[in-house]
């Protein structure tokens, strides 16, 4: 069935699926005819959405019509279940039914299940956490394959590093510096990328480092820099705690005798086994309580933004009192 159900807080990654779409199934003249988009705001979106894709084509190429921001698998009235349940098995083969959103489907609710049993696609667009390091310079080493820029191994690092998993900042990196690449076969070096590439000397995983050397003045000043940078609240605490985990997960195993760094990697959740040399250095001062100790904390934390409770002040609170568990390992 023609139906495609997109979700997931990679906004660009998603956008450049939804265009490819839009190119593969209307035909640029018949464009005004064919296309539909259903704010998510509009009253009885999903409803006339339904209507609409029933519609017979006009002239060359399809019907494409999508649903923006939907709520129809987190919460589906009964009324809207219905129509679905009668129009996904008859939607004519050249109208295609677009249904995107930032969050998770609900794997529970009956309109889920539908979409799911009628789709050609349903497919996330996950940011790469910012801890799996991995994974990033795999994604930075994929956008210049398919942009044509050559990078060494370091100048992927350090692309990684400088963008995070922002993959919009990282195609609109990557395509400055094919530019001025073109006509060049030689990778770009690290001193090019340096004076390139945008400068982000402060991330989420710095804020880290300084906190587990108990190091407040700098935790502070880090966490200062990302809040200046727009940097939201809870994408730093989710940083944060994917980062205290997988140090206690590396600890735990160091602490019971396990020294099989591919055994090390697989429970701690890491791609790579070669980190787990660095990750154990981070925390050889640490124990396997100071870290346990940061988790509450870090989920205290997490709570309390959720509901509402002023950012700044509450990340800085937070940050002092993990800085005063880990300081202990240095003193």
């Not at 409803?47 to 987190?74: D, Y």
């Not at 679905?84 to 299940?113: A, C, H, Y």
Request: proline share 5%.
């Amino acid at each position: 069935m023609p139906i495609y159900v997109y979700w997931g807080e990679d906004d660009f990654a998603m956008e450049k699926a939804i265009a490819m779409l839009r190119d593969r199934v209307l035909d640029p003249q018949w464009i005004s005819f064919n296309y539909t988009s259903f704010p998510p705001d509009q009253a009885d979106a999903a409803i006339e959405a339904l209507n609409q894709v029933m519609t017979p084509t006009f002239g060359a190429g399809g019907r494409l019509v999508w649903l923006i921001n939907t709520t129809v698998c987190q919460h589906c009235p009964e009324n809207v279940l219905a129509e679905l349940g009668r129009s996904l098995p008859v939607i004519p083969e050249n109208s295609f039914l677009l249904l995107t959103s930032r969050n998770k489907p609900d794997e529970r609710l009956k309109s889920t299940k539908l979409l799911k049993q009628f789709a050609t696609e349903f497919r996330e667009f996950p940011l790469i956490p910012p801890w799996k390091t991995e994974l990033l310079v795999q994604s930075v080493n994929q956008a210049a394959q398919t942009l044509g820029v050559k990078l060494t191994a370091k100048t992927s690092e350090l692309l990684a590093e400088s963008v995070g998993n922002d993959t919009r900042l990282l195609y609109n990196e990557m395509e400055k510096l094919r530019l001025y690449a073109q006509n060049s076969n030689k990778p770009l070096d690290v001193d090019i990328i340096s004076k390139l590439v945008r400068n982000t000397t402060q991330n989420s995983l710095q804020l880290a480092a300084a906190i587990r050397t108990g190091d407040t003045a700098k935790a502070l000043i880090t966490l200062a820099d990302l809040i200046n940078a727009s940097e939201p609240g809870l994408r730093i605490v989710a940083t944060l705690i994917g980062q205290f985990r997988t140090w206690l997960w590396v600890k735990i195993m160091m602490e019971s005798g396990e020294r099989n760094q591919q055994a090390i990697a697989i429970a701690a959740d890491i791609g790579n086994p070669k980190r787990i040399y660095f990750l154990q250095q981070e925390i050889r001062l640490l124990s396997v309580q100071q870290l346990i100790s940061c988790l509450p904390l870090l989920l205290e934390l997490e709570v309390s933004l959720k509901q509402g409770a002023s950012e700044m002040s509450t990340l800085q609170t937070k940050v002092i009192e993990l800085c005063q568990i880990c300081r202990g390992s240095s003193q």
